[in-house]
């Protein structure tokens, strides 16, 4: 089974732990993110696993769905709630970890915008799990534990700087900054050239919170120098979707989380 799928499915199986917990008053009350509730955080992520689903079984119909508007919005909007909810993300989601681990890695997948490789699109919906995840564990005041699986998450932070700029029609004001992260473990994971003078360093949890737009820069321990690195960490934005901005300063839980 390709390594990024086992790492999704150890991300999804966490974050299903934690959502069996939780009572039906849970389920409908807003989180940090945007005020949405655990209902529309887990809805949002059942829609994009279904048609990653479709996606693995079938480009035409995955294309098709596209097209069709009153198709995708069914798709991507599941009505249940609460259990049931849960229930049906888990089914789909199971069965994509299993379509993904079982795929050819050089695989190309048909998705919203242009193709993605197999790997970075487990990548991209592991990331999408972990952040989410991350507005129950907020909402609900809970220490998380991070793993060395979050390592798949920096890798597509530190990959998408061109792609910050880029999505929102500017020029990168340099080359891509020096990266340089503690991870969980203790280990260093570093990206980019060395670089004295344009830079992100400190702890992996916190550039992995910001590039996926969970916390403002502001709030984490990071040590940003140099004007492209500043700049890049104002505006992260590692997943796809037209330009989305950072929560304010001061309103996502700066707690930092556990590691392991």
């Not at 792609?163 to 990168?172: D, G, S």
Request: overall charge negative; some cysteine; charged content about 25%.
């Amino acid at each position: 089974m390709l390594r990024q799928a086992k790492d999704l499915l150890e991300e999804g199986t966490e974050f299903k732990a934690l959502l069996d917990t939780l009572s039906d008053v849970d389920w409908q009350t807003p989180t940090p993110f945007k005020d949405w509730t655990i209902n529309q955080v887990v809805q949002h992520l059942h829609g994009s696993d279904k048609m990653a689903v479709l996606s693995l079984k079938s480009r035409e119909e995955f294309q098709a769905s596209v097209k069709d508007r009153k198709l995708l919005g069914s798709m991507m909007n599941p009505s249940r709630t609460g259990s049931e909810l849960l229930q049906d993300w888990w089914s789909y989601f199971q069965e994509m970890c299993e379509l993904l681990g079982n795929s050819d890695p050089k695989r190309r997948l048909a998705w919203f915008g242009p193709d993605m490789g197999v790997m970075m699109f487990t990548t991209a919906r592991q990331m999408e799990t972990w952040a989410h995840g991350q507005d129950v564990y907020d909402l609900k005041k809970i220490q998380r534990n991070n793993t060395e699986r979050l390592k798949n998450i920096a890798v597509i932070g530190a990959r998408t700087y061109g792609w910050t700029f880029a999505n929102r029609k500017m020029e990168p004001p340099g080359p891509a900054p020096y990266v340089e992260l503690v991870a969980p473990s203790g280990e260093i994971w570093a990206f980019n050239d060395p670089s004295t003078d344009n830079f992100v360093k400190g702890d992996a949890v916190d550039f992995c919170h910001v590039v996926t737009q969970g916390r403002n820069i502001a709030d984490v321990n990071l040590r940003v120098v140099g004007e492209p690195a500043i700049l890049w960490m104002s505006i992260a934005q590692c997943f796809a979707g037209p330009p989305e901005n950072p929560p304010a300063p001061g309103t996502r839980s700066a707690t930092r989380s556990a590691t392991r």
